[in-house]
T-cell receptor
Framework: NAGVTQTPKFRVLKTGQSMTLLCAQD?????MYWYRQDPGMGLRLIHY???????AKGEVPDGYNVSRLKKQNFLLGLESAAPSQTSVYFC???????????FGQGTRLTVV | DAKTTQPTSMDCAEGRAANLPCNHS???????VYWYRQIHSQGPQYIIH???NNETNEMASLIITEDRKSSTLILPHATLRDTAVYYC??????????????FGKGTHLIIQP
């Protein structure tokens, strides 16, 4: 049982480049989340999804897009990367009525 | 959701009980207290949660004061692997509701050998 898997684990982008981060969960969870974490800060919610085909904005959605075409996958896209998007990105999932959230190991993104 | 206040950092000797305080003086009657931890920039890990009663599981115990204005997470026999940032989160929605939990800066617990 892999849990929540994030791909890639590390990436360096140039300003203006685009990329997609993949989050995959094998627990059949309904809810999935993308967070970012900056040095010395807590996690901030970017976008979330309450089920296949649905997405919603979180606290810091600007500059990001998401898609949930399949229940097990939640994609985070950066259309035109900026240095301010340098961060560690975490994906999480949880089920109903289970209240425990499971997190991936993170993706460390650097935009130069 | 009520705000929480945690110390920025704490030390504890290996093998001793680690007691992590959390103040949530504005908590309302239907708000839950959750604890997560984050080890060395890994993804956060759920520890325990409670509403009114004290709770215990294989990882920790959660003690909530009678007036619910504060709580303490207890790691009974701390090991070096318990060095992590511990987040206390208060929410009225089980699990934080659809949009999840709000993570503050937490307490950096350092277990000393």
């Amino acid at each position: 049982n892999a849990g929540v898997t994030q791909t890639p684990k590390f990436r360096v982008l140039k300003t203006g480049q685009s990329m997609t981060l993949l989050c995959a969960q094998d627990m059949n969870h309904e809810y999935m989340y993308w967070y970012r974490q900056d040095p010395g800060m807590g996690l901030r919610l970017i976008h979330y999804s309450v089920g296949e085909g649905t997405t919603a904005k979180g606290e810091v959605p600007d500059g990001y897009n998401v898609s949930r075409l399949k229940k097990q996958n939640f994609l985070l896209g950066l259309e035109s990367a900026a240095p301010s998007q340098t961060s560690v990105y975490f994906c999480a999932s949880r089920d109903i009525p289970n209240t425990e959230a499971f997190f991936g190991q993170g993706t460390r993104l650097t935009v130069v | 959701d009520a705000k929480t206040t945690q110390p920025t950092s704490m030390d504890c000797a290996e093998g001793r009980a680690a007691n992590l305080p959390c103040n949530h003086s504005t908590i309302s009657g239907n708000e839950y207290v959750y604890w997560y931890r984050q080890i060395h920039s890994q993804g956060p890990q759920y520890i325990i949660h409670g509403l009114k009663n004290n709770e215990t599981n294989e990882m920790a115990s959660l003690i909530i004061t009678e007036d619910r204005k504060s709580s303490t997470l207890i790691l009974p026999h701390a090991t070096l692997r318990d060095t992590a940032v511990y987040y206390c989160i208060v929410t009225r929605r089980p699990g934080g509701g659809a949009d999840g939990l709000t993570f503050g800066k937490g307490t950096h617990l350092i277990i000393q050998p």
